[in-house]
C-alpha cells in the first residue's frame, strides 16, 4: 500500500526554521517527482518546491528560493524540506506528493502527481 507521511511541522516566530519529512512506504522514491505543495486558508494550493530523482534536479518557487531547500535520503526513502528563514507568509498546511516521471518546468502542476500525504501544519507566528 503507497503512504507518504509528512512530520516535523509546528509553530515557530519568524526567521526560525524548521525540516519537514516526507516518508514513503510501500513504494520507493527512485523514478519519481517528489513535491512539497502548501495551502493556506482561503488560498489556493501553491507549490513550493519538487525533487526528480532521475537526476537529482531541484525546483523551487520563486516566494522560497534561497531559504528553502530540498533534499533525499534514498536509504531511508525519505525526503526534507529544510525551511529557514521562516515568514508568516509561509504558515500553511504542507504536503508531500509523488508522481511517477519527470516533470521538468511542468514540475508545480498538481495533476502530474498521484499520491499525496495527509498535511502537516506549519505556522509562522510571534
Known amino acids: 500500500q503507497v503512504q507518504l507521511v509528512e512530520s516535523g511541522g509546528g509553530l515557530v516566530q519568524p526567521g526560525g526554521s524548521l525540516r519537514l519529512s516526507c516518508a514513503a512506504s510501500g513504494f520507493s522514491l527512485g523514478h519519481y517527482m517528489i513535491g512539497w505543495f502548501r495551502q493556506a486558508p482561503g488560498n489556493e494550493r501553491e507549490a513550493v518546491s519538487s525533487?526528480?530523482?532521475?537526476?537529482?534536479?531541484?525546483y523551487y518557487a520563486d516566494s522560497v528560493k534561497g531559504r528553502f531547500t530540498i533534499s533525499m535520503d534514498n536509504a531511508k526513502n525519505t525526503v526534507y524540506l529544510q525551511m529557514n528563514r521562516l515568514k508568516p507568509e509561509d504558515t500553511a498546511v504542507y504536503y508531500c506528493a509523488t508522481g511517477l516521471g519527470s516533470y521538468g518546468s511542468s514540475w508545480y502542476q498538481a495533476s502530474w502527481y498521484d499520491d499525496w500525504g495527509q498535511g502537516t501544519q506549519v505556522t509562522v507566528s510571534s
Open positions: 525533487f526528480d530523482t532521475s537526476d537529482d534536479s531541484t
